[in-house]
């Protein structure tokens, strides 16, 4: 006899609240953070200091090298990070969940863990993005007037500098689709976009911010598939596809 399974509505009311858990976490450490702009600013100062002893302090010669020496290239930068990041997640996330629900869950479990922590160091150790804390920068968003999709009123947080889910999440997101397709276009681009991200962030963010974000999405990926995590959801059956 084949086993009953809940409706689609029921299988996708639980996923859609854990999300809307989520931002309304993410608005909270918001509102925490909002009259912290002077220690956010001081800690993105640590970060470079850190930087600069390691070597890393190269994110404004890349901003003027990409963005400003060659309008176009960072025109185009500047397009993949606002509109290649949520969108692209998005569109990975649902894909997955109507066709392969064992790797959407993988990918769900990681970024919940994941983004559990970057709320934490937002939390506790806001840090000011470049064109906020260092007039060298240009804010390559505002001047492609991209702010309003980019950074919502009221809902984006602008002191959340470290760590950049623009690269973690993606990267994530691109490894998981990537053991979920036999496409060799689709783990081409699981490949590339990625590494476009890692460009275009550099725009906006400091360069530890790459292997930040990757770091805390890469613990997200342990818990997702530590041994007996599948054992706890018996009905995960992959959608035929």
Known sequence: M???RRPWLGDLLPELALAAAGFAGYLLVRWATLDRTPDAVANARDVLALEEALGLDREH?????TFTSTPWLGHAATHVYVWGYL???VAATVWLYVRHRDAYRTLRTALVVSGVL???VYAFYPVAPPWISDDRFTD???EA???AFARPAGIMNELGA???FHCGWLTVAAVV????????LVRVLCVVYPALMFVAVTGNHWIIDVPAGVALAAAGVVVATRPGAAARHPDGVSAPG
């Open 2 to 4: 084949t086993a009953t």
């Open 61 to 65: 010669a890349i901003q003027v090298a």
């Open 87 to 89: 969108p692209v997640l």
């Open 118 to 120: 970057g709320l934490f």
């Open 140 to 142: 390559t968003v505002s």
């Open 145 to 147: 007037s991209l702010e």
């Open 162 to 164: 470290i760590p950049s």
């Open 177 to 184: 689709v990537w053991s979920a397709t036999r496409s060799r």
